[in-house]
């Protein structure tokens, strides 16, 4: 979102926050950073790289021409040309192609024009990213809503169809690729609203479909990883923390009294956060994740943050 609270359900999602219970996942030590991991040259695909984090990933990634790199969009010209204006055009291991994750038969295009590319190297990394985002439900609780039967229904299916249909389609299509592949990872871009402890106990009731969607799709990852563990294909869900990657918005009185006790309700539950950081910081931060992460150190199935725990901010 434009303020803060956008940025807490941004494109690409999330809020995050600081959990105190005792983390039961492998965790990174803090000097664990991408300065002394040993990056593998790969291919990565991730989708919804128009803008934010999924920019970001295209952005650093594609720094090591031995990358290759394949972004999923929806508008495959206007990311051309902003991949062309902001990255420079002598990124010739960025491969844009057309995807649209509402549509099974774009999804299986996007597939086949993906492993033209990457022959037989495959998928080291499948990032799922791209999600449909709405401010339908964003600043106050479903009830609130009663009175909009059809346009709730109408949001509600379009984050099925799309955050969670369209990432399933996404691993079906995409996976055999990644069997292929050498590092075999496949991760979910979640977000802390999935966390059902951390809902409960500062009862945040805003962006209910959306952190709906997300914590179902956390569950399809579990499953998938349940199915794929034993051929060594890593899946788990990762928050990529708060991050400021939404475009500034007019609000309501009511929108932003509301953004206000989210504010105030995120400064009861972290004290220490200083505010949103940046789509590098965060990404920075989820590439560190993303190298330490394995089968053997549990992670297959986990709902992580971008500190590789169960710290939201």
Avoid: C
């Amino acid at each position: 979102m434009a303020t803060i609270y956008k940025i807490l359900v941004n494109e690409s999602h999330h809020i995050q926050f600081h959990h105190s219970s005792v983390v039961t996942k492998s965790q990174l030590s803090k000097d664990q950073t991408l300065s002394n991991i040993s990056v593998k040259m790969s291919v990565y695909v991730v989708t919804g790289v128009s803008r934010g984090i999924g920019f970001e990933f295209m952005k650093q990634l594609s720094e090591d021409p031995n990358n290759l790199f394949v972004g999923l969009v929806r508008n495959k010209e206007e990311t051309e040309k902003k991949v062309a204006a902001e990255l420079g055009g002598n990124r010739t291991n960025i491969h844009i192609i057309s995807a649209d994750l509402a549509s099974h038969a774009s999804l299986k295009q996007a597939a086949i024009e993906t492993e033209r590319v990457v022959g037989d190297r495959g998928i080291d990394y499948l990032v799922a990213n791209g999600a449909y985002l709405t401010e339908f439900d964003a600043y106050g609780p479903l009830s609130s809503l009663s009175d909009k039967v059809e346009e709730l229904e109408k949001v509600a299916l379009q984050v099925t169809q799309t955050n969670i249909i369209g990432t399933v389609h996404l691993f079906n299509l995409f996976v055999p690729l990644v069997l292929k592949g050498k590092t075999k990872k496949v991760i979910h871009i979640s977000s802390g609203m999935a966390d059902i402890e951390l809902i409960d106990k500062f009862e945040l009731v805003f962006s209910t479909l959306y952190s709906a969607g997300k914590a179902a799709t956390n569950v399809v990852v579990a499953k998938y990883s349940a199915q794929y563990k034993k051929d060594g294909v890593l899946f788990f869900s990762l928050s990529p923390g708060v991050v400021n990657t939404a475009v500034p918005k007019q609000r309501t009185p009511e929108e932003t009294k509301a953004l206000m006790e989210l504010i105030s309700k995120v400064a009861a539950y972290a004290p220490e956060w200083k505010g949103p950081i940046t789509p590098e910081e965060s990404v920075t931060k989820m590439r560190t994740v993303l190298e330490q992460a394995s089968i053997e150190g549990n992670y297959g199935g986990s709902f992580i943050s971008h500190h590789g725990n169960k710290q939201w901010v």
